[in-house]
Every structure is written in C-alpha cells, then in structure tokens.
C-alpha cells in the first residue's frame, strides 16, 4: 500500500498559468478530500467526493479552482490563471469511512 | 471558525518532559481526531476519541474529551526528539459520517536534547 499518492511533488507557475494537480487515493477508499495548508490560514478544506461524486466544495474558491473524479483512481484540482495567493501545499486525502483520513504528502504549489 | 481558543501555538519543551495541548470547538461532535504532521509530509491520524471515551491512551499518547465544555487534550509523556511536529485536533463539520474535517491551527511542538 503506498498510502495516497499525490504528483507534482512540487510545481512552479508563473502567475496567470494553469496547474492541474493529481491525486491517486488509496484503492478501495470511497472519499477523497483536497485541503489547502498555508502558514497563515492553516489547513483549510476545499472540496471532497464520495464514490466519485461531488459532494461538498464549499472551500472551493468559485471562479479559478475546479475539482474533478472521473473514475475511482484519481482525482484532479485544476487551478486556473494562478495567481501569488494561491501558493501553498495542496494535500489530498481519502478515507474508507467516516473514521481515519489519510493524507498524501502534497503538492508544494508556488506561483511566480 | 469551528474552533474557539485553539491558534498555532509553538511550544519547545526538553527531552524527557510532558506536555498537554489543548484544543476547544464550537460546534458539537462525538469524536475528536489528533493528526500529527512532520515536516514534508501530510496529517498522519495518531489518536481517535469518541464522546464514550472521556480518555484514551495509545503508547506516550493521552487524549481526553469533555463534550460538556467542548474541550480535548493531548498529551505526551516523556517527551523525545522524534515527538517534534506539528499537532492537530480536527473534528466532522456535521454529525453525518463522511462529512469534511474540520482542523484547528495547531501546535508546533518541538522537543530538544
């Protein structure tokens, strides 16, 4: 088991690029969640599926940020027209219930 | 914020001490989750408490849970290097299974020699 497997490891963008960054939870998991973490504001929940279905992004910033789980194997969070504020590491995390939550080791995003 | 007196902390104790971190939440919950995080990687679960439990131990590890004031704990007994990392409390947002974590600031612990 690899646990939660998340790439980049780290992504440098220059500001009003896109960053699509990946996600391969744990097989078997049937949620997957994606938080931010920044020194300042913490570990802040953006969005999570359950068996694939979107379920709650009220964390998602509405015009940039998107979320998707086409299938049970990954999951992508799409940041487009990066901007300096969006900086911070992405982590992506699945769960098989409604106990423990397993994180990847996240992807360190910085916008340029 | 679903967490009230909870903000990053950093505390440095010495090798071999105890230590506590507290944490308090607005919103009412059943099960409180203690994360650690060492640096580069992400939240691992270290101890799970439920309203049934009022403590629970796992190794140096201590968790208590007092839902009349909406308060937990964590405590490390005798504290070594390989305790340094950052401590969290996080809680569902909703009383329904599979609802978002919920996370407090954290604490910074660092233990030295």
């Known amino acids: 088991n690899a646990g939660v497997i998340q790439t980049p490891r780290h992504k440098v963008t220059g500001k009003g690029q896109e960053a699509t960054l990946w996600c391969e939870p744990i097989s078997g998991h049937s949620a997957v969640f994606w938080y931010r973490q920044t020194i300042v504001q913490g570990l802040e929940f953006l969005t999570y599926?359950?068996?694939?279905?979107?379920?709650?992004d009220s964390g998602m910033p509405k015009e940039r940020f998107s979320a998707q789980m086409p299938n049970q194997s990954h999951s992508t969070l799409k940041i487009q027209s990066t901007q300096p504020q969006d900086s911070a590491v992405y982590l992506c995390?699945?769960?098989?219930?409604?106990?423990?939550?397993?994180f990847g080791k996240g992807t360190r995003l910085t916008v340029v | 914020s679903q967490w009230g007196e909870e903000n990053l902390q950093a505390l440095s104790i010495q090798e071999g001490e105890d230590v506590t971190m507290n944490c308090s939440y607005k919103?009412?919950?059943?099960?409180v989750h203690w994360y650690r995080q060492d640096s580069g990687r992400g939240p691992a679960l270290i101890i799970l408490i439920r309203s049934n439990e009022r403590e629970k131990r796992s190794g140096r590890l201590r968790a208590t849970l007092d839902t009349s004031s909406q308060s937990s704990s964590l405590s490390i007994t005798a504290a070594q290097c390989e305790d340094t990392a950052v401590y969290f409390c996080a809680t569902r947002a909703a009383s329904s299974s599979f609802s978002k974590l919920v996370f407090g600031q954290g604490t910074s612990l660092s233990v030295v020699p």
């Open positions: 599926f359950r068996n694939q279905a979107p379920i709650d």
């Open positions: 919103t009412y919950t059943t099960v």
């Open positions: 995390a699945s769960s098989p219930s409604d106990t423990e939550v397993f």
